[in-house]
C-alpha cells in the first residue's frame, strides 16, 4: 500500500491554513497534512520533527518570511516539493523565490479546487517518480552489498548500511533431494518476482527500506520503524511475515519460510549471521510450525560422534521385521532432529535412499517400484526431517511387502540373492554362473540345481531373460542406438546379440523398434 506524501502548510493567517486545508480531500489524492505553522522560524523547527515531503507557504510573514524559509529548506533538502502562496501584488516580490528553485507557485485570490487538484496532480506523480528512483537504487545498493565480497561503499552507502533496522528474510522451500540431483529450476520462484510481491505488502506502521534479491535464491526485507514500542515489536515483525509469506504463497502456489529479525540490527550485522550460520538457516527442515525463525546468530553444541549408522535399518528389513524397521528409523531420525544439522539430515537420508532403491532390484526389473522412488514422483515429500521420516517407514513398509510376497512364492533366499545380483549387474559383459555363485559362497553346480528346481528355468537363462526384456525397454525409445543397447545389456557382440534376441522375441531389434513404431502411430 502506497504511504500518504506528507504536506506541511506555513501560513501567518490561521484561516488561510483552515481554508486550504479543507478545499480538497488530501486524503483521496494521496496527500496527508503532518504539520502548520504561523512563520518560517516554527516551519523550520516542524520540519526537523516531521520531515514533509511537500511545503505549502505564503510569502510575507513575521520572524522569517517565506522566501528565507525556502532557502533554508532547499539547503536542509534539495528534493522537498515547495509552493509558494502569494498574494497577487506581491508575486515581483516572489520572484527571487522562484530563483531558489520552487517547485510551483499558487495566487491565493486564485486558487479553487480544480487549481489546488492540478498542482496535487502534479506533485503526488513527481514525488512517487522520485521515490521509485530512490526506492530502485537503494534495493540495488543493498543486492551490491550481499552479492560483492569487498567492501567498497560510499559515505551514502554506509550511512544507509550502517543504520538500525529489522529484517524479513524470505526463502523459497526445496526439498531435499534424496536422488542427489539438482530441484528443477521451472519450479522454483525468482528473486525478483519474490521482491515485487514484497513490496506490494502493507507493513502498516513500519516502513519499507528495500526488497533486495540476497545469493541462494532468498529475497530480503528491510523495515525501519519510529511508531512500534520494543514491547510489541516481536508480535508485530512476525505478523508482517506471516502477511507476506501467505502472499508469496497464494502467488506462486509454492511453499516459503520466513527468517524474522527480533531486535534491530545493521546490514553488516546480518549479512556475518548469513555468511557464517548455516546451522541457522537449515534450520528450517526441522521447524514444522509456519511461524517465522528468530534471525540471531545460532552456535550449534558441538557433537563428539556425529556419524550415524544405517546398518540397523539394514539389519531389519533382512530380518523382515517391520516394528524392527520403524524403531531403527526412528532412533535414526530423533538423533538428526536433536542435532538438527541440515547436512546430517541430507547425507543419512541419502544412504537410506540409495539402500530403497538397491532393495527394489530383487523384485525381478522392478519398474513399478522404481516408478514409486523417482524424483519427479516424490520430491514433494522429502521437504522437511518429518516429512521424509514418515516417507521412508512408507517405502520400507512398501518393499518389505514386496518382499514376504516374493518369497511367499517358495523361493528361497540363495535363488533371492541370485535374482537380485543379476538384475543388479546384468549390463556386465563378464557376468557368469561362477560369479554369480562365488557371490553367494555356493557351488555353481549347487545353485544351477536350486535355481531351476524352484524356478522352473535355467540360470543362465535367466539371465538371458533379463537382459532381452531390458533391450526391449530400450527399444521401444529413440534414445539409444542398437550398438549402444547392445553395449547396455552385457553384450559385446552386435552380431550375437541380434541373434539372442531373435531367438527370444522372433524377430530382430531393429524390427521390433520399427514394430513399436507403427504401434505408437496406430
Not at 54 to 66: A, H
Not at 160 to 171: A, D, I, K, R
Not at 346 to 371: A, H, I, P, R
Not at 462 to 470: C, H, L, M, N
Request: proline letters at 2%; aromatic letters at 10%.
Amino acid at each position: 500500500m502506497d504511504k500518504k506524501i506528507s504536506v506541511m502548510i506555513v501560513d501567518d493567517e490561521r484561516f488561510a491554513i483552515e481554508d486550504l486545508s479543507t478545499l480538497v480531500n488530501w486524503n483521496d489524492l494521496g496527500f496527508e497534512i503532518v504539520a502548520t505553522a504561523f512563520n518560517g522560524s516554527q516551519a523550520l523547527i516542524k520540519y526537523e520533527t516531521y520531515h514533509p515531503q511537500v511545503v505549502f507557504t505564503d510569502v510575507k510573514m513575521p520572524f522569517m518570511d517565506g522566501i528565507e524559509l525556502i532557502g533554508r529548506l532547499r539547503k536542509l533538502n534539495p528534493d522537498v516539493q515547495l509552493i509558494l502562496l502569494t498574494a497577487f501584488e506581491d508575486f515581483g516580490y516572489a520572484r527571487s523565490a522562484i530563483q531558489q528553485g520552487i517547485t510551483d507557485y499558487l495566487v491565493k485570490s486564485e486558487i479553487n479546487q480544480a487549481s489546488l487538484t492540478n498542482v496535487l496532480e502534479k506533485i503526488a506523480k513527481t514525488v512517487r517518480q522520485k521515490n521509485q528512483y530512490q526506492i530502485m537504487l537503494t534495493d540495488k545498493c543493498v543486492e551490491s552489498f550481499f552479492w560483492s565480497r569487498e567492501a567498497t561503499e560510499s559515505p551514502e552507502e554506509k550511512l544507509l548500511l550502517s543504520g538500525s533496522y529489522f529484517f524479513l528474510l524470505f526463502e523459497q522451500d526445496e526439498p531435499i533431494m534424496l536422488s542427489g540431483e539438482m530441484v528443477s529450476d521451472f519450479r522454483k520462484v525468482s528473486g525478483s518476482a519474490m521482491a515485487e510481491v514484497i513490496r506490494r505488502q502493507d507493513y502498516g506502521q513500519m516502513e519499507l527500506v528495500a526488497a533486495s534479491v540476497l545469493p541462494k535464491q532468498r529475497t530480503l526485507a528491510c523495515l525501519s520503524t519510529d511508531n512500534v514500542s520494543v514491547a510489541s515489536m516481536q508480535s508485530w515483525i512476525y505478523q508482517m511475515a506471516g502477511s507476506a509469506r501467505k502472499a508469496l504463497e497464494a502467488e506462486s502456489g509454492y511453499s516459503f519460510t520466513v527468517y524474522a529479525s527480533e531486535q534491530s540490527m545493521t546490514f553488516y550485522e546480518l549479512k556475518s549471521i548469513l555468511r557464517n550460520d548455516d546451522f541457522l538457516l537449515g534450520k528450517k527442515y526441522f521447524h514444522i510450525a509456519e511461524e517465522p525463525i528468530a534471525l540471531k546468530r545460532e552456535i550449534a553444541a558441538r557433537q563428539e560422534n556425529s556419524t550415524i549408522d544405517i546398518q540397523p535399518v539394514v539389519q531389519a528389513f533382512k530380518n523382515e521385521d517391520a516394528e524392527e524397521i520403524n524403531a531403527a528409523l526412528d532412533q535414526i531420525y530423533d538423533e538428526i532432529c536433536r542435532n538438527q544439522r541440515q547436512r546430517q539430515l541430507c547425507m543419512v537420508s541419502q544412504d537410506l535412499y540409495y539402500l530403497l532403491c538397491n532393495s527394489t532390484k530383487s523384485f525381478g526389473t522392478g519398474e513399478n517400484v522404481d516408478v514409486d522412488l523417482s524424483p519427479d514422483q516424490n520430491w514433494g515429500e522429502w521437504m522437511d526431517a518429518a516429512s521424509i521420516r514418515k516417507w521412508m517407514k512408507a517405502k520400507f513398509s512398501k518393499l518389505l511387502e514386496l518382499q514376504q510376497k516374493d518369497s511367499s512364492m517358495g523361493y528361497s533366499r540363495p535363488v533371492n540373492d541370485a535374482i537380485a545380483f543379476i538384475n543388479e549387474n546384468y549390463s556386465d559383459p563378464d557376468l557368469s554362473l561362477k560369479k554369480i555363485a562365488d557371490q553367494l559362497h555356493l557351488s555353481v553346480g549347487y545353485l544351477c540345481a536350486m535355481f531351476k528346481q524352484e524356478t522352473g528355468v535355467t540360470l543362465k537363462n535367466y539371465i538371458t531373460d533379463v537382459r532381452i526384456e531390458k533391450a526391449k525397454k530400450l527399444l521401444e525409445s529413440d534414445y539409444m542406438k542398437i550398438y549402444e543397447i547392445c553395449e547396455a545389456t552385457g553384450y559385446q557382440s552386435s552380431q550375437y546379440f541380434s541373434q539372442v534376441f531373435y531367438k527370444k522375441v522372433g524377430v530382430y531389434p531393429a524390427e521390433y523398434r520399427k514394430r513399436g513404431h507403427l504401434k505408437n502411430e496406430a
